[in-house]
T-cell receptor
Framework: KAGVTQTPRYLIKTRGQQVTLSCSPI?????VSWYQQTPGQGLQFLFE???????NKGNFPGRFSGRQFSNSRSEMNVSTLELGDSALYLC?????????????????FGAGTRLSVL | GNSVTQMEGPVTLSEEAFLTINCTYT??????LFWYVQYPGEGLQLLLK?????DKGSNKGFEATYRKETTSFHLEKGSVQVSDSAVYFC?????????????FGKGTLLTVNP
């Protein structure tokens, strides 16, 4: 069974540009979450999508947005890039069931997209 | 809010040494607890989990026990190998549905020397 696939693996952009990152979840998984990893702030939650709806959002500015398609694939967009957006962006997928199925709500991570903003 | 505190690294051990990485948490509600591992240049892999008090998660020789009374989930391994060198993250999740997300500790870099 294929794992979580993130593309591209590496990106180099300049300040002010925008970028789109893609995540294909494990087959059957309907929940996709995004995290930002930086040396200073560690791993921070961006948002989570379930069945094409954003269910939960972290404390990031509106420049960070996402969407999910009917096949559960997800994209994350960052507009007007800043130097501080340089990070590893990780996507995680799970079945995303509600309470009562929490024991099965394990998130599986992709290898990440390394974004460098110059 | 929810938070995870894990011991600062880096931790450097010799092969076959005993490993402990401390993790404590604060949570509103009854969390599930996880240890994830990140090898260089890779994403996170789930190492083990526990979903209720006194549960012991174990995998690849690593163990951690969910201690509700001390709000802790310390990671242990009796004999580390060079291949265990990685960054280890303690994490929790509370509830489901609209509250479904992982809260991570800062990570602990483990280096095992031959």
């Amino acid at each position: 069974k294929a794992g979580v696939t993130q593309t591209p693996r590496y990106l180099i952009k300049t300040r002010g540009q925008q970028v789109t990152l893609s995540c294909s979840p494990i087959s059957g998984h309907r929940s996709v979450s995004w995290y930002q990893q930086t040396p200073g702030q560690g791993l921070q939650f961006l948002f989570e999508y379930f069945s094409e709806t954003q269910r939960n959002k972290g404390n990031f500015p509106g420049r960070f947005s996402g969407r999910q398609f009917s096949n559960s694939r997800s994209e994350m967009n960052v507009s007007t890039l800043e130097l501080g957006d340089s990070a590893l962006y990780l996507c995680a997928s799970s079945f995303g069931w509600d309470r009562g199925q929490l024991a099965k709500n394990i998130q599986y991570f992709g290898a990440g997209t390394r974004l460098s903003v110059l | 809010g929810n938070s995870v505190t894990q011991m600062e690294g880096p931790v450097t051990l010799s092969e076959e040494a005993f490993l402990t990485i401390n993790c404590t948490y604060t949570a509103t509600g009854y969390p599930s607890l996880f240890w994830y591992v990140q090898y260089p240049g890779e994403g996170l892999q789930l190492l083990l989990k526990a979903t209720k008090a006194d549960d012991k998660g174990s995998n690849k020789g690593f163990e951690a026990t969910y201690r509700k009374e001390t709000t802790s989930f310390h990671l242990e391994k009796g004999s580390v190998q060079v291949s265990d060198s990685a960054v280890y993250f303690c994490a929790l999740s509370v509830g489901g549905g609209s509250n479904y997300k992982l809260t991570f500790g800062k990570g602990t870099l483990l280096t095992v020397n031959p």
